[in-house]
């Protein structure tokens, strides 16, 4: 199994999925997501739902306890050589636990935890639905720092996925620095984006992001002569946003863009590509209401 760059994409959307900062600042959220397909019959649908619960343990050090579910609906009406219903519905289910606190030099340390159930759910679970992820972080928050001219938060970390195929941790990074009282940008993975604030409560953003899933087939098939066990979907997409913010916590968003790069893949036991689904690239749509720290 090599890590060429198709691989490396779908590695860094996986990372895209449990984002340190928006597992740091989200306690609830939910989510709508749509790909249409102009050259295809194909559609894509995904629904998400968060809820994050912070306990604080003393001053400065909280446990966090919460969950995730994402609703993957995938509408294959192209021509297949395979039966479409067995991968209509993904189920990917996170339970997320974490530990934070700070030190007297103000750096926050971090750790989290995410056992997950990604599958088609078409049986009984079995452990090959089960995935175990997590990581640990240091943030360097200075963005209240009234003495700075720029202020600015600089994460740092170590990531490990179990469904990209890599045995080892991987370096997260974002770099978050605002320029003036009308622009900031953030610099890292899975999103970086140019920002623009009208007043305290419109914004817009010209954003690059990735976003993508792993999830294991309870009924294997046989796609061209070799067996299929899971499907994956890496996308990058150029794009453009809106946030309305209700108050300082709760905000309404819009993002539409076009993809940059879409890889839909069958894969075996050994995650090795078999069959690639529709890739051509299409419009992107993702809306949604969150509550944040």
């Known amino acids: 199994m090599t890590l060429n760059f198709r691989r490396l994409l779908l590695i860094l959307a996986l990372v895209a999925i449990n984002s340190v900062s928006a597992q740091l600042t989200d306690l609830a959220r939910i989510e709508y997501s749509f790909i249409p397909k102009s050259d295809s019959e194909d559609r894509y649908t995904r629904l998400r739902a968060l809820v994050n619960y912070p306990?604080?343990?003393?001053?400065?050090?909280?446990?966090?306890?919460?969950?995730?579910?994402?609703?993957?609906?995938?509408?294959?009406?192209?021509?297949?050589?395979?039966?479409?219903?067995?991968?209509?519905?993904?189920?990917?289910?996170?339970?997320?636990?974490?530990?934070?606190?700070?030190?007297?030099?103000?750096?926050r340390w971090g750790a989290k935890f995410n056992p997950r159930i990604a599958s088609t759910l078409n049986e009984k679970i079995t452990i090959d639905d089960f995935f175990l992820n997590g990581g640990i972080y240091v943030i360097n928050d200075r963005r209240d720092d009234e003495t700075l001219k720029r202020p600015y938060r600089l994460i740092l970390g170590l990531t490990y996925n179990a469904t990209a195929g890599v045995p080892f941790p991987l370096p997260f990074v974002s770099y978050f620095r605002q320029v003036n009282k009308n622009w900031s940008f953030n610099l890292g993975v899975p999103k970086s984006n140019l920002k623009y604030y009208f007043n305290k409560k419109n914004e817009v953003q010209l954003f690059v992001g990735l976003d993508g899933y792993f999830a294991h087939l309870q009924r294997p098939q046989e796609v061209l002569g070799r067996q299929v066990n899971n499907i994956s979907m890496s996308v990058a997409v150029l794009g453009l946003g809106y946030e309305y913010n209700f108050t300082k916590h709760l905000l309404a968003y819009f993002y539409t863009g076009y993809t940059l790069r879409m890889n839909n893949i069958l894969r075996n036991e050994d995650q090795d590509e078999v069959f690639r689904l529709d890739d051509i690239n299409a419009f992107y749509l993702r809306s949604g209401l969150k509550f944040k720290i």
Do not use: A, M
């Not at 995730?68 to 479409?84: G, K, V």
């Open 55 to 107: 306990i604080e343990l003393k001053e400065d050090t909280f446990f966090v306890v919460g969950g995730e579910y994402n609703n993957i609906l995938l509408d294959l009406n192209d021509r297949y050589p395979f039966d479409r219903s067995l991968l209509e519905t993904i189920h990917i289910i996170d339970l997320n636990l974490g530990y934070t606190y700070k030190t007297k030099k103000g750096l």
